[in-house]
Each structure stands twice: as structure tokens, then as C-alpha cells.
């Protein structure tokens, strides 16, 4: 009778030892064939090699020194957008921003959700300012996201409507400081 339990405990050991390696086998594949199909490629992280992972953003740093975080969304004056129109575009720059920020900056995000998720909202009145301000930020490693309109209500297609900007709270008025709220 003990024999008999032995036997059936090492069979049982066995099946699922086998079912643990196809799953196993079947996942990696999947793994890797999706990683081949969006392109990603290995990076250096903390010394490591890291396949499909991009290194954290500066401000991922930042978020362990600085506690006071917001968001600024830079909204296009010269479009004429009306009031449900900048709403969406705001929505669509916030959440482009946060998925930038999810995987590469995963501190920041939560600083910023800490300080009550702070969002102010100013105009410009051309393109040409707005990109000036991303370059500003750019250089001061601060993270942006614009929202492109694809033009199929009240502006032109391709047109790009609204900037958010995310990082520390004097990092970010250093570089919107300048512009009148909406």
C-alpha cells in the first residue's frame, strides 16, 4: 500500500513537472515573439542588461528628492477651441503623459498622485511657443506629452492642441511659470 502512494505521488510530481514546462515554454515564445513585433531592444539598467525595458527618466530621480510634483497642461489659445474640445484635449494630454511616465517613471507618477495630482492649465498663442516650452523642458530633462488632433470636429487634422508637462513644482513653473491660466 505505501508503494502504491509513493508511485502515485512521483507520477503526480511528474505530470505537473511537465505541465509547468510546456506552460513554461509557451509563454517565453510568446514573450519573445511580442517583444520582436514592438521593436524593443536590450538596455543597461543598474549595471544589468534588461531586454525591452528603456532606462527610468531623469525625473524618476527627482521624485526621490523633491516632494512637490503637478502636472501643466499648455493649451493652444490660438485654435478657438471651444470648451468641451480643450476638455478632451487635456484629457488626451494628461493620459499620453501618464503612459509615458507608467513603465519609465513609476516614482514620479506616485509623487505627483501624493501631492493630490495637481494639474493647472494655461494658453499660448501660437505652435511655435509651445514647442519653444518643450524644448525648455527637454533641456531641463522634464517629461512632455502633445496631444495631435486628428481634425475630425472643429480643427485642422494634425494639429497639435495641448502640452502636459509633469515634474517637480518649480522645475515646472520655471518653465511655464510665464503663461496665464485658461
Not at 7 to 26: D, F, K, W
Not at 58 to 66: G, K, S
Not at 120 to 139: P, Y
Request: net charge positive.
Amino acid at each position: 500500500m505505501i508503494d502504491m502512494a509513493w508511485l502515485s505521488a512521483i507520477i503526480l510530481g511528474a505530470g505537473c513537472l511537465a505541465l509547468g514546462y510546456i506552460i513554461g515554454v509557451r509563454h517565453s515564445s510568446r514573450t519573445s515573439l511580442s517583444n520582436k513585433a514592438s521593436g524593443d531592444t536590450e538596455t543597461l539598467i543598474d549595471g544589468k542588461k534588461k531586454k525591452g525595458v528603456k532606462p527610468p527618466l531623469e525625473v524618476e530621480r527627482l521624485a526621490e528628492i523633491l516632494e512637490n510634483f503637478k502636472m501643466v497642461l499648455v493649451v493652444r489659445n490660438d485654435l478657438k477651441m471651444g470648451k468641451g474640445k480643450i476638455a478632451a484635449q487635456c484629457s488626451h494630454a494628461t493620459l499620453g503623459l501618464y503612459k509615458k511616465l507608467h513603465n519609465r517613471a513609476p516614482k514620479a507618477l506616485n509623487r505627483w498622485e501624493m501631492c493630490g495630482q495637481v494639474k493647472v492649465v494655461v494658453k499660448i498663442e501660437r505652435e511655435e511657443d509651445m514647442l519653444l516650452l518643450q524644448e525648455r523642458a527637454k533641456s531641463l530633462n522634464i517629461p512632455t506629452h502633445i496631444t495631435i488632433d486628428s481634425g475630425r470636429t472643429q480643427i485642422a487634422p494634425n494639429s497639435r492642441t495641448v502640452m502636459a508637462v509633469l515634474g517637480p513644482a518649480d522645475l515646472v513653473d520655471d518653465i511655464t511659470g510665464g503663461l496665464k491660466l485658461l
